[in-house]
């Protein structure tokens, strides 16, 4: 049986995503830590069915500066990975590449931005790996884009493409914590209903 | 005293006299700011999309669209006593806000196409907008005067 809404999910269905959302976001974050060369525990995931307003609420509220890193994914699966970098993770990667933190996260050098991007490709590369194997599917991902600005405006990107047909958005929400706990940041996955679909299909429970 | 409206995503409120009306962090949404001095009843607007009409699912909202949420809007500024003829407009929004090679569609640019349309229909004039480029803007409005200021983390403050 397909879900035709995302708040259709059942609990089991649930439990699964939470467990995509591990298995994604651990082989990511093995990526960064072994990049920065720093502990990063995870989170258990949260699987969030939410309404656009409750979700920007829910990753930090609407005018908290961050930076977003989009990541659209598609074959089997087709969405978008979206790592939300505090500002002092963003200082982190670019000391880790650069031996000095940016002087202002607003005007990036070209070679900075790079570098994010590549974090950023490296990370979802590594997440959606796991998922692919796990799932026996084939899923790729598009080069990276990064902004930083206001909260709301860059989770209005997939509010706006994911949310068309509906007034919710779904997303496995990984929170990472850096250093015991100086530096937190999220990495989201959003699937399209139909992927979700693919996906639980995959994974026999659907 | 006047209260403090907070309009989310996919939403619009109308205030009037000492009211404030604040929307945050428009990315490509538009949001709008309707008013009529002559009564000072005004209403903000917080749009996702352009077009409700392509639309199957009964289920949304029409707060979400410019061609739905505009006339709503107005129709209850008008209910409540504002006068259409000297009605208003302010806008701001659709921004790209992530530059991306293969952009399918660029929505911000639709969006602004679709709320002057709308506001075109409605014989609203627009007397100020900030729109497009590629920042996050949060719009404060105040219902009596129709004043309006932007804020950007990347421009900060400036008058509408």
């Given at each position: 049986?397909?879900?035709?809404?995302?708040?259709?999910?059942?609990?089991?269905?649930?439990?699964?995503?939470?467990?995509?959302?591990?298995?994604?976001?651990?082989?990511?974050?093995?990526?960064?830590?072994?990049?920065?060369?720093?502990?990063?525990?995870?989170?258990?995931?949260?699987?969030?069915?939410?309404?656009?307003?409750?979700?920007?609420?829910?990753?930090?509220?609407?005018?908290?500066?961050?930076?977003?890193?989009?990541?659209?994914?598609?074959?089997?699966?087709?969405?978008?990975?979206?790592?939300?970098?505090?500002?002092?993770?963003?200082?982190?990667?670019?000391?880790t590449f650069f031996g000095q933190a940016p002087k202002d996260i607003f005007s990036l050098s070209e070679a900075e931005n790079s570098a994010l991007n590549e974090m950023g490709n490296i990370m979802a590369g590594s997440y959606v790996n796991a998922i692919a194997q796990l799932a026996g599917m084939t899923i790729d991902i598009e080069v990276p884009v990064m902004t930083v600005d206001m909260l709301g405006a860059i989770m209005s990107v997939p509010a706006i493409e994911m949310g068309e047909m509906g007034d919710k958005l779904l997303f496995i929400d990984n929170?990472?914590?850096?250093?015991?706990?100086?530096?937190?940041?999220?990495?989201?996955?959003?699937?399209?209903?139909d992927s979700l679909d693919h996906l639980l299909e995959r994974l026999g429970v659907a | 005293?006047?209260?403090?409206?907070?309009?989310?995503?996919?939403?619009?409120?109308?205030?009037?006299?000492?009211?404030?009306?604040?929307?945050?962090?428009?990315?490509?949404?538009?949001?709008?700011?309707?008013?009529?001095?002559?009564?000072?009843?005004s209403g903000l607007s917080h749009i996702m999309l352009p077009d409700s009409t392509a639309i199957i699912d009964g289920h949304t909202t029409r707060m979400k669209f410019a061609d739905t949420a505009l006339p709503d809007m107005v129709e209850r500024m008008r209910a409540m006593g504002a006068n259409p003829a000297s009605m208003k407009?302010?806008?701001?929004?659709?921004?790209?806000?992530?530059?991306?090679?293969?952009?399918?569609?660029?929505?911000?640019?639709r969006n602004i196409e679709a709320v002057k349309e709308t506001l075109r229909k409605l014989r609203i004039p627009i007397i100020a907008e900030d729109t497009g480029l590629n920042y996050g803007r949060t719009m404060t409005f105040w219902a009596q005067s129709g004043d309006v200021e932007i804020s950007s983390t990347v421009m900060g403050k400036k008058k509408l």
């Open positions: 049986m397909s879900i035709g809404k995302y708040e259709d999910l059942n609990d089991m269905q649930i439990d699964v995503l939470r467990e995509v959302g591990n298995i994604g976001s651990g082989n990511a974050t093995t990526a960064l830590s072994s990049m920065v060369g720093k502990m990063i525990d995870i989170e258990v995931p949260r699987v969030e069915v939410l309404d656009f307003n409750d979700a920007i609420n829910a990753v930090g509220g609407p005018e908290k500066v961050i930076a977003g890193i989009l990541i659209r994914i598609n074959g089997d699966i087709e969405g978008m990975i979206m790592f939300l970098f505090e500002q002092n993770l963003i200082a982190l990667i670019e000391e929170n990472m914590i850096i250093d015991k706990t100086s530096i937190q940041s999220k990495m989201l996955l959003l699937p399209t209903i | 005293m006047g209260q403090k409206l907070i309009i989310g995503i996919s939403d619009w409120k109308v205030g009037r006299g000492d009211d404030i009306l604040v929307t945050y962090a428009l990315g490509s949404c538009i949001g709008t700011c309707i008013y009529d001095r002559t009564t000072g009843i407009a302010k806008i701001a929004g659709g921004a790209v806000m992530f530059q991306t090679t293969n952009s399918k569609f660029n929505i911000g640019q």
